[in-house]
């Protein structure tokens, strides 16, 4: 079990906590992220400051929103980072990060999110990203797979649509288990997003945009004709010029916005 307790931390599993310990890696993560004293820094899920520390060495402040009470109190409490921080103890998935932009400013954010958690709070970032400047997250590797994915393969599903309608996404580095402690079971890696401007975001509503990419991808084995069925008829979708013979994972983003319209400007 003493794997599990670094720096003096016992790993709690409810919060899925694996934390970074390779300099090398932190070092390529810091340079992409590329602080500088000017941002306007957001860390979610700080853990024991492998990357908060040398991210604020070169910005001089930094707001970190932490779930672990006992993390965040070791992060306030703490000697040198404590004075650096302003520290948000809370879920990352209820928070408003709206509340963090300063006028005229847009915020950078990055973390280790924890896996088990990863896609929903994805999602609710998405919500915030006319807010943001850049996102640099530490994912499992397969969750980033999937994020940048193109049509046409068996990654592509509902996290590549929703990831490449509201950001660029790049992916960074890879990182294996043994750069944690302890050492999660799945490869992982660090991905970067790049939020799209707002007139590049075409879609009505987003919510019908994920409603469509709901149905389609919970039968993706089936042609877009029955998985799509709930939604529209042959006939329908044939107006807007899809091939009913298709699968879900044949689909292009574009085709997946211009069916949500479809339905927003038909169906409402």
Request: with cysteine.
């Amino acid at each position: 079990m003493t794997d599990k307790v670094h720096l003096g931390h016992r790993a709690r599993k409810r919060f899925g906590q694996n934390f970074l310990d390779d300099a090398m890696i932190i070092d390529k993560i810091v340079t992409a992220i590329d602080p500088k004293p000017e941002d306007c820094l957001v860390e979610i899920g700080p853990g024991l400051g492998a990357i908060t520390e040398p991210v604020t060495d070169l910005s001089g402040h930094l707001t970190v929103v932490e779930l672990d009470k006992d993390l965040a109190e070791r992060l306030i409490h703490h000697p040198f980072l404590g004075p650096k921080l302003t520290v948000y103890q809370g879920d990352a998935m209820k928070f408003d990060f709206a509340s963090l932009v300063p006028e005229d400013k847009k915020i950078k954010v990055f973390g280790n999110l924890p896996y088990n958690i990863s896609t929903p709070l994805l999602f609710h970032l998405f919500e915030f990203s006319n807010h943001i400047e850049h996102m640099h997250f530490m994912l499992q590797k397969e969750v980033v797979k999937r994020m940048v994915a193109s049509p046409n393969c068996k990654a592509f599903g509902r996290l590549s649509v929703m990831t490449q309608y509201y950001c660029h996404a790049i992916p960074v580095i890879e990182v294996p288990p043994e750069c944690f402690k302890p050492a999660p079971k799945v490869d992982s890696a660090v991905i970067r997003l790049i939020p799209k401007k707002p007139e590049q975001l075409r879609a009505k509503s987003t919510k019908l945009l994920n409603t469509v990419c709901l149905e389609a991808f919970n039968q993706r084995r089936k042609t877009i004709r029955n998985s799509l069925s709930n939604l529209l008829t042959a006939d329908e979708m044939a107006t807007i010029g899809l091939d009913i013979k298709l699968r879900a994972e044949n689909l292009s983003l574009e085709q997946y916005i211009d069916i949500a319209n479809w339905l927003y400007d038909n169906k409402q």
